[in-house]
Every structure is written in C-alpha cells, then in structure tokens.
C-alpha cells in the first residue's frame, strides 16, 4: 500500500511539473493566481495566443489540479487552487532536509575559513 502512494504521489509532482514546464500555462497560471477570478477572454486580451489556445491550456492547468473554473453564461471564469501545487511543495520539502544540511556545512566552512 506504501508503494501506491509513493506512486501516486510520483504521478502527481510529474502531473504539476510537465503541465507548468509549458512556459505559456505558467504565465497564464500567474496570471489566474494574481487574479480571485478571471475569464478566458480576459486572459487572452494581450498574448498573442488564439482564445481556443488559451481554453486547452487552462483544460491542461484545470486537469492538473491547479485552477478550477465556475461558468457564468456564455463566459467562463478561472481561479487558482493553491493546493494543487501540494505534491510540488512536498517533493521540495523532501528534499529541503538535502539543502538544508549542505548550507549548514557551508556555513561551517565558512567560519574556518574566515574566523
């Protein structure tokens, strides 16, 4: 059971990494974070990118877990779910304890090299 989860965990940090690798879903994706809400078509105005362009990617953001989307009529609106970045955090926290012992070394060179 243990290695399902390690699995699906695996699945979902590569889930989040390959959807934000995208450098227009990652823009868009800060777009929508700086946003409470914010309509496709606002989203388009400015990029230079076909609103069907745009519609897919916030499809691929949305399958991800990273925003959700309340229609309105004719418009739909997108908002960010912070807790899809989740998996992201806790695979960096895994290997934040790496990190955080090799700057306490450097640290501690640091003093003997300059007292």
Do not use: C
């Not at 823009?27 to 990029?47: C, K, M, P, Q, Y």
Request: hydrophobic share 45%; glycine share 6%.
């Amino acid at each position: 059971m243990a290695n399902l989860l390690v699995m699906i965990e695996a699945a979902d940090v590569t889930t989040v990494l390959r959807t934000l690798a995208d450098p227009t879903r990652r823009a868009l994706f800060e777009r929508v974070v700086g946003a409470s809400e914010i309509s496709v078509a606002d989203l388009t105005l400015g990029t230079g990118v076909t609103q069907g362009a745009i519609s897919q990617h916030l499809k691929a953001l949305k399958q991800a877990g990273l925003v959700a989307d309340r229609p309105e009529g004719r418009k739909v609106f997108y908002r960010a779910r912070p807790e899809g970045l989740e998996p992201l955090v806790a695979w960096m926290d895994h290997y934040g304890v790496f990190w955080r012992e090799r700057f306490a070394d450097l640290r501690t060179l640091l003093k003997e090299i300059d007292p």
